[in-house]
């Protein structure tokens, strides 16, 4: 059974920096890719970034590149998401998913919610401005 759980989510201010977890069980991540999503109060859930299962190709949404870093840890089977310069819109749910298909090539295949196998429940990261 494949679980995701996220953690280090919380209320920061602007400027602040966090360090989310996506701790798994069920799966190895080095055969997954890995992904981050947010989900703002009101809005759809978005793409925050993305690491390939060989962990040579990373995509990041443009609202976050330079400010967010996703990495892993396979010895602990865990993908990380280093947030940096925070401001209030960083404000939402972040979850964490995990694709199993290798290959993808399709035209922004890592931006689509359906691609992804398996989801945590999310963190809620709140940023005050």
């Known amino acids: 059974q494949v679980q995701l759980v996220e953690s280090g989510g919380g209320l920061v201010q602007a400027g602040d920096s966090l360090r989310l977890s996506c701790a798994t069980s069920g799966l190895t991540v080095s055969m997954y890719a890995m992904a981050w999503f947010r989900q703002a109060p009101g809005k759809a859930r978005d793409f925050v970034a993305r690491?390939?299962?060989?962990?040579?190709?990373?995509y990041y949404a443009d609202s976050v590149k330079g400010r967010f870093t996703i990495s892993r840890d396979i010895a602990k089977n865990t993908v990380y998401l280093q947030m940096i310069g925070l401001t209030a819109e960083d404000t939402a749910v972040y979850y964490c998913?995990?694709?199993?298909?290798?290959?993808?090539?399709?035209?922004?295949?890592?931006?689509?919610?359906?691609?992804?196998?398996?989801w945590g429940q999310g963190t809620q990261v709140t940023v005050s401005s």
């Open positions: 690491i390939s299962r060989g962990g040579v190709y990373i």
């Open positions: 998913a995990a694709d199993f298909q290798a290959g993808r090539s399709d035209a922004n295949y890592y931006q689509r919610s359906a691609v992804y196998d398996s």
